[in-house]
């Protein structure tokens, strides 16, 4: 995720980001290859509507250079006690929103030091309410917060730890890294296909491939017929652009997926829950209105799976659901119905929006 929590100016590695995806821009342009150039690759699935959730994120945009500690657990926490904080709020996620997937960050200081025996109790936690856990390396902060791995000589141990202890558990999912845009579109599908020769016992179809660049098109990793048989993770934010219309961002948004959307789960997307933005509400005039229902609709349309950014994370106005209760019984509160009601229209439930 690229967003700062609250109004703030935007960050080189954002600036950037905005740069890398302009090449998208509804005209028709096209990213790293064309949609018809991306039929290659067999799909696991013939659609990834199965896949409904919500991303759990450490404050920090998991990006750190020590423990993960996710919105609402602390460090400091016993497995049983991290099993039981999760457990209640895995429980939220799928009461409030109709959630049956999380998204949680990995790292090498995480897994690979005595916190992994706690971090553990929220992948049990979900796994154990029959939630689908998608696993996901973030790389670090500050000066190594530049789209590649952190260092080889740490994660590929990080993953041997991973995939030996949920290698053999069916609700959880690898996605080798996040955001990969230090690499090119070549260099990010070699690492890919690196990672599922290393692994090959592990179910392809328990495998995210990210999109490359920022996670922004999954078109050349779809290409790739050394990927096949893996899901698709994609990225699409409103804060993209200043301003478009709702036919628009369906435009940006199918360019970046072309003809894999049986492929391809959006992983994270997101927009202000907590400024009181309407989505159930056309409103032609409001870049976010717009892009919400956009995204919501087309996601429905493909038959395609999304994971919205952010669940839960502290302090950030894209949050759908933030902490109540206490911190031993945590429980989570929607921030934004209407933002819950696009969600669960994209699930396949509710309503669409209103003229």
């Known amino acids: 995720m690229r967003k700062t929590s609250g109004p703030s100016p935007r960050t080189p590695r954002l600036h950037a980001a905005l740069v890398a995806v302009a090449v998208a821009a509804v005209t028709g342009a096209t990213l790293a290859g064309s949609p018809a150039s991306a039929s290659s690759g067999a799909a696991p699935a013939t659609d990834t509507t199965q896949f409904k959730?919500?991303?759990?994120?450490?404050?920090?945009?998991?990006?750190?250079?020590?423990?993960?500690?996710?919105?609402?657990?602390?460090?400091?926490?016993?497995?049983?006690?991290?099993?039981?904080?999760?457990?209640?709020?895995?429980?939220?996620?799928?009461?409030?929103?109709?959630?049956?997937?999380?998204?949680?960050?990995?790292?090498?200081?995480?897994?690979?030091?005595?916190?992994?025996?706690?971090?553990?109790?929220?992948?049990?936690?979900?796994?154990?309410?029959?939630?689908?856990?998608?696993?996901?390396?973030?790389?670090?902060?500050?000066?190594?917060?530049?789209?590649?791995?952190?260092?080889?000589?740490?994660?590929?141990?990080?993953?041997?730890?991973?995939?030996?202890?949920?290698?053999?558990?069916?609700?959880?999912?690898?996605?080798?890294?996040?955001?990969?845009?230090?690499?090119?579109?070549?260099?990010?599908?070699?690492?890919?296909?690196?990672?599922?020769?290393?692994?090959?016992?592990?179910?392809?179809?328990?495998?995210?491939?990210?999109?490359?660049?920022?996670?922004?098109?999954?078109?050349?990793?779809?290409?790739?017929?050394?990927?096949?048989?893996?899901?698709?993770?994609?990225?699409?934010?409103?804060?993209?652009?200043?301003y478009a219309t709702y036919d628009q961002w369906v435009a940006d948004l199918k360019v970046r997926i072309g003809d894999c959307a049986n492929r391809t789960v959006a992983d994270e997307f997101g927009a202000p829950m907590t400024t009181g933005l309407n989505y159930d509400v056309k409103t032609p005039d409001d870049n976010f209105v717009n892009y919400v229902q956009a995204v919501t609709d087309t996601f429905r349309e493909l038959k395609m799976g999304s994971v919205y950014w952010p669940g839960l994370r502290t302090d950030d106005t894209y949050s759908i659901q933030t902490l109540t209760g206490t911190a031993a019984r945590p429980w989570l509160a929607t921030t934004n119905q209407s933002g819950a009601d696009r969600l669960a229209w994209a699930w396949g439930r509710g309503k669409p929006v209103k003229g």
Not at 85 to 103: D, S, Y
Not at 123 to 137: H, L, P
């Open 53 to 242: 959730g919500v991303n759990w994120a450490d404050p920090r945009d998991n990006f750190a250079d020590d423990l993960l500690q996710l919105s609402g657990l602390s460090t400091t926490d016993t497995y049983r006690q991290t099993y039981a904080k999760a457990t209640r709020i895995i429980a939220a996620f799928r009461a409030n929103l109709g959630a049956n997937t999380v998204r949680l960050p990995i790292n090498p200081y995480t897994v690979d030091g005595a916190y992994w025996k706690s971090y553990r109790g929220v992948i049990d936690a979900a796994s154990d309410q029959g939630f689908k856990v998608i696993v996901s390396y973030w790389e670090g902060t500050g000066a190594r917060k530049d789209g590649y791995i952190d260092d080889t000589a740490t994660y590929w141990p990080m993953w041997d730890t991973v995939v030996k202890a949920y290698k053999n558990d069916k609700h959880v999912y690898f996605e080798p890294m996040n955001e990969p845009h230090g690499y090119t579109d070549t260099e990010w599908a070699d690492i890919a296909a690196k990672w599922l020769s290393t692994y090959a016992k592990v179910p392809r179809n328990r495998v995210f491939v990210s999109g490359a660049g920022y996670n922004d098109h999954v078109t050349s990793v779809c290409a790739d017929p050394r990927l096949n048989g893996t899901y698709l993770s994609l990225h699409h934010y409103g804060f993209w652009k200043d």
